[in-house]
C-alpha cells in the first residue's frame, strides 16, 4: 500500500458507525483500485499502450480541442442564423435641448423650441436575420476541415502515445537483459575469486592475480548498479508515458517482453503512401482551409443583404412615470443592403497574404511528401541492417559462451592461465555488450520504421 494510501487511513475518525464505515471503505476502494490493480498486474506491452491511450492526461486535452472545433463550428454557423436583440433606455434630461425655427416661418424673429422633454423612454425588440453573405457561406466551409484537423490531433497524439511506451518497455526488458548478464558474470568473478584465495593460501598463485579478479569483479558490480539505476529511470519512463503514477507498483512481464512476431517480421517491400502520415493528413487539412480562407476573403467584394424586423415605443413627460406611462409605439420592416465598393485596397492586401500562406503551404507538402518518402527508405534500411547486426552479435554471444566454458574447464585443469581465463571472460562481457545495443538498436529500428510508414496503432492492434 502506497503512503498516501496509509495517511489517507489514519486521517480517518476512530469512532465511526457501521454504514459510515461500508461507505468509507467503498470511496477508499474505488479511489485506490487502480494502484491496486497496478500493483498485482503483469503488464505487457498491449496492455500498456491500452492504460495510456485510455489514461494519458494529454487524451483530455485533445478531447477538449475537439469540443472547442465543434463549438467553433457552432460559432460559425451563428452567423447566418437570426439574431433577436432587445434595447431600452430612459434619459433625464436635465436641460433640454432646442431647436432653431427660422424667422418667417412662425413670425418676424428665429423661434426656439423642444422636441422633447426633461424625460424620455425607448425600449425595443429586433430581429436581423441574414439573407447573403458570400463570406460567411464561404467560412462556414472551413467548419468540415476543422474538426478533420481536431480528429487527425487526437490521432497524432495517439500514436505519439504508442511510440513513447513502445520505447520505454523494450528499453526495461533490454536493461533486465544486461542485469541478468551482468549478475550470471558476476557469479563467474565470485566463483574465480574464492578459487585464487585458496590458491594463494597454498602459494599457487599470487595476490597480484587475485586482484585482477578483484578488480573487474568491483567494474563489474559497479556496472550492476548502474544498471538497476539505469532500469529504474527507463519504468519511471514508462509510467510517465503510461500516464501512471510515479509511486504506483507497475510490474512488467518480462516473457512478454520478448520479441513479437509482429516485430520479428519486417514489413514487405510495398509503395510507400505519404497519406498514411498523420502529419501529411494535417498539412492537408492546413492547406485546405488556408485556400478556403483565401477564397473567403476575395467574397467580401460581393454585397450583403439583411432583413430586418423592429418593434418598439417611446414616451415623454415632464415627470419619470409620465414617460412610462404615455408611450406610443411603432414597428418597422426593412431590408437592408451593404456594399463596401472601395476600402482603401484592404481586401487586396488580405488576399495576397492569403494567396502566399496558401502557396507556401503548397510546397511544404511537397517537401514533406519527399521527406517522408526519404524518411522511411532511411528507416527500412536501417531497420534491415539492425536486424543482421542483431542476429550476428546473438551468434557472436554463443561463440563468445563457449570460449569461455572450454578457457574455464581448461583454467580449473591447470591446463591454461588467469590472463587467458580474464581475456574469454572480457570477450564474453565484450560480446553481451554488443548485442545489448545491437537488440535494443533493432527495437528501436522497428518502432521507428512503422512510425516512418504511419502504421503505428497497426502495430499496437497488432500486438
Known amino acids: 500500500m502506497s503512503a498516501s ?17 461500508k461507505k468509507y471503505l467503498i470511496i477508499s476502494f474505488i479511489f485506490y483500485a487502480p494502484f491496486f490493480a497496478c500493483a498485482q498486474e503483469n503488464w505487457d506491452l498491449k496492455t500498456c499502450i491500452a492504460y495510456g491511450l485510455k489514461n494519458h492526461l494529454s487524451k483530455r486535452i485533445y478531447s477538449n480541442e475537439q469540443l472547442a472545433a465543434q463549438a467553433k463550428a457552432k460559432e460559425a454557423l451563428s452567423a447566418y442564423l ?164 510515479l509511486s504506483a507498483d507497475i510490474q512488467i512481464d518480462s516473457i512478454a517482453a520478448q520479441l513479437p512476431l509482429n516485430m520479428q517480421k519486417l514489413p514487405a517491400d510495398t509503395a510507400f503512401n505519404p497519406v498514411n502520415r498523420v502529419e501529411y493528413r494535417l498539412a492537408a487539412v492546413d492547406y485546405s482551409m488556408l485556400e478556403i480562407d483565401e477564397k473567403r476573403i476575395n467574397a467580401g467584394i460581393f454585397p450583403t443583404l439583411s432583413f430586418y424586423g423592429r418593434y418598439g415605443g417611446n414616451g415623454f413627460g415632464d415627470k419619470l412615470n409620465e414617460s412610462i406611462s404615455n408611450i406610443t409605439d411603432f414597428s418597422a420592416v426593412g431590408l437592408k443592403l451593404s456594399w463596401n465598393l472601395f476600402d482603401g485596397f484592404k481586401r487586396g492586401a488580405q488576399s495576397g497574404q492569403a494567396r502566399y500562406l496558401r502557396l507556401n503551404a503548397s510546397e511544404n507538402l511537397n517537401l514533406s511528401r519527399a521527406n517522408y518518402h526519404l524518411e522511411y527508405a532511411n528507416a527500412t534500411t536501417k531497420v534491415r541492417k539492425a536486424q543482421s547486426s542483431m542476429i550476428n552479435d546473438e551468434q557472436n554471444v554463443t561463440l563468445a559462451q563457449s570460449v569461455f566454458k572450454s578457457t574455464d574447464l581448461q583454467y580449473r585443469k591447470g591446463v591454461t592461465g588467469l590472463t587467458e581465463w580474464l581475456n574469454a571472460q572480457d570477450a564474453l562481457k565484450d560480446a553481451q555488450n ?5 537488440l535494443y538498436n533493432f527495437y528501436l529500428a522497428r518502432i521507428d520504421l512503422e512510425k516512418a510508414n504511419g502504421t503505428l496503432l497497426n502495430f499496437y492492434s497488432s500486438l
Open 434 to 438: 554488443n548485442y545489448l545495443n545491437s
Open 5 to 21: 494510501a496509509l495517511i489517507f487511513f489514519r486521517a480517518a475518525p476512530v469512532v465511526m458507525t457501521f454504514a459510515g464505515m
Open 82 to 245: 437570426p439574431s433577436l436583440s432587445v434595447t431600452g433606455s430612459v434619459d433625464n434630461n436635465l436641460k433640454v435641448q432646442e431647436s432653431i425655427i427660422p424667422a418667417g416661418v412662425f413670425g418676424p424673429t428665429d423661434t426656439k423650441i423642444a422636441f422633447s422633454k426633461k424625460f424620455s423612454t425607448n425600449a425595443a425588440i429586433q430581429l436581423d436575420q441574414t439573407i447573403y453573405d458570400q463570406s460567411l457561406i464561404t467560412g462556414l466551409k472551413a467548419n468540415k476541415f476543422a474538426k478533420q484537423q481536431a480528429e487527425l490531433n487526437i490521432v497524432a497524439n495517439d500514436e505519439t502515445i504508442v511510440y513513447n511506451i513502445s520505447t520505454a518497455y523494450y528499453q526495461i526488458f533490454v536493461y533486465r537483459e544486461q542485469l541478468n548478464l551482468l549478475r550470471s558474470n558476476q557469479l563467474n568473478y565470485n566463483r574465480q575469486l574464492e578459487i585464487s584465495r585458496l590458491q594463494v593460501e597454498k602459494g599457487m598463485a599470487t595476490p597480484v592475480d587475485l586482484n585482477k579478479i578483484q578488480v573487474d569483479y568491483n567494474n563489474n558490480d559497479s556496472e550492476i548498479a548502474l544498471a538497476e539505476s539505469n532500469l529504474v529511470t527507463s519504468i519511471n519512463q514508462l509510467k510517465n508515458a503510461m500516464g501512471v503514477s
